[in-house]
């Protein structure tokens, strides 16, 4: 591999040698499949002087998140990764990464959570942590993991940002998964992204701050909260900047909080995340041709969710299909039920068609794509739209209940 | 060279009047001993304790040191985190772990035990009130058997983890146990675990007047007894090798037994019983000292 150069890698290795040319300089890791590759190219990078760092050995998700934020309170750029049952296990030092205000970067491989054991894809790991404090971003390529990651740095260390980031990629359909990658040289990125330099808190013997004690309700906790809510939303604008920088640079554009493909005449849209939405660009090739006036709106940013660029995208247009690959159980699709929550008090909004798909690992092909968009726009134009989310290719004997279920209700 | 009274007053403590510890506080004797002697090239990760509160609320502090306040399972693995960055800058400062007994003994061993193993150069203490005092004094692995606490109603059933040993086995250059009825004992402890790189175990008796019930002004005499009594032995284990660092004369159980509510139930006959075992870990300690290495 060479910087500079062209190389067929997988995604694992994209997000590892992302968190080399980002200078991380704290690296702390646990493994478990399909992460564990990341954990062996940054020992590997470390270890042959290829990449400068401190590797920790933790003994767990629990203090690899433990270690990343205590480097980052004293001044590191950190790096870690994890899956599924891992990232769950670090929740309670997730939420005190945002609290902290630290902006550690992280690689989220999107499994399944068990049981029953499931090593494939699946978001439901992530996505039972949305509300952490954390920006979760969703990629769709081995290239744009590599990007997306040297990218979200310079968003989450921006002053007015300053919060953790996970990049999100499809277990195996990524992690393990050889794509061509273009590799940047490291003074490219050295210009694109300067070092970490904390503007406020950090820990230093010359200055004492006590970080994180006891806060009465009448202090500044509820600011606190606030402040990190606004910074999640300016976040949206600050990562459509450094999106058009990279691209400027690097010549390559993958999306701000969201990424539109032939949108503009379109009547309906499908609006998914990750490699399904890879997927869907053939999908909607394929309708185009036959004469089906449809687009997609791929979403990469779940946190902060981009409600002003879906309200002026999907405004207008007669219906919108949303994929999701996890549930809230009886609830439906989170990205369902927040594309709705967008919309919903546009006058004339479109109606939204949410399917939940491919969970565990279950094959979704742009075929599949293709039968629940028209499954949806069958539904809307003749006002069959009875539920509010559809599980879409559960066993057939499973479906006679679910079809069941749908007549009663 | 072993520190004196006008060594420790000459250094300043990062512990500022105003706290907001109860009167009488063993783990605050002891947190005023150890930043003198640390000194202020210290950050300090405190995981969720007695000491989270003592500190005071937002946006004031007793202590005039950086801390990293921190979950409660964790301490461990943060300050591992803190002390690498710091390596990788190049900066040399002290990094510390304050944290009570459930934080270290019980929900914390696992990040203990790992940074441990691989030899993290941080200083981990652990005040031991032996029980959960922040949460209104639960038992925790460091309580004592018989003692009463709001989980063990009519005394704990089981004997406590042996911590100091549990920490040597991982073969780590430096553990010791102290007292803050023994307050030179501790300094000089912590003076020599400053000066030691990799992996330094403290574990400090801290006397808890609201969660034993015993006076507030007898705190020092609670810690002092616990000694005396041979109930809580000092000594260090220095790259392997034990050596007990104080023989008192032998006092009778009872004395240290009696000043405190929580032994309460304890009959005459259980106190003798808690005699032998006190009597057995002495003889222990005893025979250890003589081997040339222990791990
Ligand atoms: C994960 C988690 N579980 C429980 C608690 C509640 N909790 C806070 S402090 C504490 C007990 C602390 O006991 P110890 O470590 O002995 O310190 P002390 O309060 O006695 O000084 C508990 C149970 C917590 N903060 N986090
Ligand atoms: S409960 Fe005990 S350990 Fe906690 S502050 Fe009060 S005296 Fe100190």
Redesign the interface.
């Known amino acids: 591999m060479v910087e500079g150069e062209w190389d067929i890698i997988t995604g694992n290795h994209a997000a590892a040698l992302a968190a080399k040319l980002a200078r991380v300089s704290v690296v702390a890791a646990y493994p478990i499949t399909p992460q564990t590759t990341v954990v062996e190219y940054l020992a590997s990078f470390i270890e042959s002087g290829y990449m400068n760092a401190e590797y920790i050995r933790v003994e767990s998700e629990h203090s690899a998140m433990a270690a990343v934020i205590g480097a980052a309170a004293a001044g590191a750029r950190t790096f870690t990764a994890t899956s599924s049952q891992g990232l769950l296990y670090m929740a309670e030092v997730l939420h005190w990464a945002a609290g902290s205000r630290v902006p550690v970067g992280m690689a989220v491989i999107n499994r399944a959570l068990g049981p029953p054991w499931n090593i494939h894809v699946d978001h439901q790991d992530a996505m039972s942590q949305r509300d952490t404090g954390w920006l979760q971003i969703y990629v769709s390529s081995n290239q744009e993991v590599l990007d997306t990651i040297i990218m979200m740095y310079k968003v989450a260390e921006h002053p007015d940002v300053m919060l953790p980031f996970m990049v999100c990629l499809d277990a195996f359909v990524l992690s393990h998964t050889f794509m061509p990658v273009k590799i940047p040289r490291q003074e490219e990125v050295d210009e694109f992204l300067p070092p970490y330099r904390p503007r406020h808190w950090l820990l230093d013997p010359s200055e004492p701050i006590s970080f994180g004690n006891l806060v009465l309700p009448d202090e500044e906790y509820q600011e606190m909260r606030w402040s990190i809510d606004l910074s999640m939303r300016r976040a949206l604008e600050i990562m459509e900047d450094v999106a058009e920088e990279f691209s400027e640079r690097f010549g390559r554009y993958h999306g701000g909080a969201v990424m539109k493909y032939r949108l503009s005449d379109a009547d309906y849209v499908l609006l998914t995340s990750a490699t399904l939405a890879s997927e869907a660009e053939v999908a909607i090739d394929i309708m185009r041709d036959e004469g089906m006036r449809v687009g997609l709106l791929k979403l990469r940013s779940f946190r902060p969710f981009p409600h002003r660029d879906l309200r002026e995208s999907l405004q207008g247009r007669k219906g919108v299909i949303v994929i999701d690959r996890s549930i809230s159980f009886s609830s439906g699709g989170p990205m369902g039920n927040e594309v709705r929550s967008s919309l919903y008090d546009i006058s004339g909004a479109p109606p939204v068609v949410n399917y939940i798909a491919g969970l565990g690992g279950r094959d979704i092909t742009y075929n599949d794509l293709i039968m629940m968009t028209k499954d949806a726009i069958g539904r809307i134009s003749t006002g069959r739209l009875k539920r509010p989310y559809y599980w879409y290719k559960l066993k057939p004997e499973y479906q006679r209940v679910e079809l069941a279920e749908e007549v009663i209700s | 060279m072993s520190i004196t009274i006008h060594d420790l007053r000459k250094r300043e403590s990062?512990y500022l009047p105003g706290s907001a510890a109860c009167p009488g506080c063993g783990a605050t004797i002891a947190f005023r001993i150890a930043s003198r002697i640390l000194g202020?090239?210290?950050?300090y990760?405190i995981p969720a304790c007695c000491f989270?509160?003592i500190?005071?609320?937002?946006?004031r502090?007793a202590?005039?040191?950086?801390?990293?306040?921190?979950?409660f399972?964790?301490?461990?693995?943060?300050?591992?985190?803190?002390?690498?960055?710091?390596?990788?800058?190049g900066k040399d400062?002290n990094v510390v772990v304050w944290a009570g007994d459930g934080g270290t003994v019980d929900i914390g061993l696992?990040?203990l035990?790992?940074a441990a193993?691989?030899g993290e150069n941080i200083i981990y203490i652990c005040y031991d009130n032996e029980a959960y005092m922040n949460t209104g004094i639960q038992r925790s692995g460091a309580t004592p058997m018989k003692a009463i606490t709001k989980t063990t109603p009519t005394g704990k059933q089981e004997m406590p983890k042996d911590m100091p040993m549990i920490v040597a086995a991982h073969r780590v250059p430096y553990v010791a146990t102290a007292s803050v009825g023994y307050p030179f004992d501790l300094a000089n402890k912590l003076e020599k675990a400053r000066k030691i790189r990799g992996f330094k175990y403290i574990h400090i008796f801290s006397p808890c007047p609201p969660g034993w019930d015993f006076p507030v002004n007898k705190t020092a005499e609670v810690g002092k007894l616990a000694v005396d009594t041979y109930f809580w032995p000092l000594y260090e284990i220095e790259e392997g090798k034990l050596r007990i660092t104080v023989k008192p004369r032998k006092k009778p159980l009872r004395e240290f037994i009696r000043m405190q509510r929580r032994f309460e139930s304890l009959s005459d006959e259980d106190i003798e019983e808690m005699e032998k075992l006190v009597m057995e870990k002495w003889n222990f300690l005893v025979n250890l000292e003589k081997l040339e290495r222990i791990f």
């Open positions: 990062s202020p090239n210290t950050v990760v989270s509160i500190q005071s609320p937002y946006p502090s202590i005039s040191a950086p801390i990293l306040n921190f979950a399972a964790a301490a461990a693995a943060a300050a591992s985190g803190v002390q690498r960055a710091y390596k990788f800058m400062v696992q990040a035990s790992g193993e691989r």
